[in-house]
C-alpha cells in the first residue's frame, strides 16, 4: 500500500509559486511530504506558502536561482533546516520570444541562467543533503521539470527556451549517471498547461491545441501531480534518466 506513498518525505519545489510548480507543490503537501516551495517573489511565496500550511506542511525561502551564489545559499538554507533532502524539484524558469533578427544575447542568457545552470547548480549543491535521504531500496529523487518544446520545435520563437529545455533533458540523462545509485534524476517535459508562461501561447493557439492534441484538452494540475508524486514514491525507484512527456499525445504522435 505504500509503493506509491511520499508520506513524511521532505521535498523542494522551486518556482513552487505558481503555474505547474505550485500544482506540484500543492499535490505533495497533500500527500503527506513536507514541503519547501522557492520562487523569485517573496511576497507571492509566502502568501502559497502560507495557503498551503492549512493543508499540510509547507514553508516559503524565497529565491532567484539565476546564479550560482543563490543556489548555494538556497541549498545552505535547505541543509540548516532539515538533515536529508528525499526531492529536488527544479521547476523554476523563464521563457522569451521575439523575432529571430532581435532577438539578443539578454534574451538567450535570462533564460539559460536560470532553465539550465539554476537546475545544475542547486543539484550540485545539494547532493551532500539529497545522498543523507538515500535508503538502500529508496534512493532520493531529483525531478527537472523540462518541456515538449525541447522534444520538437514550438509554433513560438522562443528560442532560448526550446533550446534550454533541451539541454534540460540532456542534463538530466547526464546527471543520473553521475549521481546513481543514491539518487535517480529524471525529467518531465509537460505539454499545455494553465500557467501564467503558458498564457500567451493558449491565448494564440489554446483550441487548435485542443482541436489537434490526441486527448483533445489541456493538461490539468492532477495530470502534473500524478506523474511526479510517482516518480518521487518508491514505485519509481529502478527509473532514472529518462524524460516523461506529460501532454496527451502531442510531442510523440503528431
Given amino acids: 500500500m505504500d509503493l506509491f506513498s511520499i508520506e513524511g518525505k521532505v521535498a523542494l519545489v522551486t518556482g513552487g509559486s505558481s503555474g505547474i510548480g505550485e500544482m506540484i507543490a500543492r499535490g505533495f503537501v497533500e500527500a503527506g511530504a513536507r514541503v519547501y516551495i522557492s520562487s523569485r517573489k517573496a511576497d507571492v511565496c509566502e502568501k502559497v506558502a502560507a495557503e498551503l500550511s492549512t493543508i499540510g506542511s509547507c514553508e516559503a525561502i524565497p529565491a ?68 543523507a535521504a538515500a535508503g538502500d531500496d529508496d534512493p532520493a529523487r531529483v525531478i527537472n521539470i523540462g518541456s515538449i518544446d525541447g522534444l520538437h520545435v514550438p509554433a513560438m520563437e522562443t528560442y532560448s527556451y526550446s533550446a534550454s529545455k533541451a539541454a534540460v533533458h540532456h542534463l538530466t540523462r547526464h546527471l543520473a549517471k553521475r549521481l546513481a545509485p543514491k539518487v535517480t534524476v529524471n525529467a518531465v517535459a509537460p505539454g499545455p498547461f494553465q500557467s501564467k ?58
Fill in 197 to 254: 508562461m503558458m498564457r500567451a501561447t493558449l491565448e494564440a493557439f489554446g483550441d487548435q491545441i485542443e482541436q489537434t492534441a490526441p486527448m483533445r484538452r489541456i493538461g490539468r494540475p492532477d495530470d502534473m501531480v500524478g506523474v511526479t508524486r510517482y516518480l518521487a514514491s518508491r514505485a519509481a525507484s529502478y527509473v532514472t534518466g529518462v524524460v516523461i512527456p506529460v501532454d496527451g499525445g502531442i510531442a510523440t504522435t503528431l
Fill in 64 to 131: 532567484n536561482l539565476s546564479t550560482e551564489d543563490a543556489c548555494r545559499t538556497l541549498a545552505g538554507q535547505i541543509a540548516e533546516r532539515e538533515p536529508a533532502l528525499h526531492i529536488l524539484v527544479n521547476n523554476a524558469g523563464a521563457t522569451w520570444g521575439t523575432p529571430l533578427d532581435e532577438f539578443d544575447d539578454a534574451a538567450f542568457s535570462k533564460v539559460i541562467d536560470i532553465n539550465v545552470k539554476g537546475v545544475f547548480h542547486l543539484t550540485k549543491f545539494l547532493r551532500p543533503t539529497l545522498e
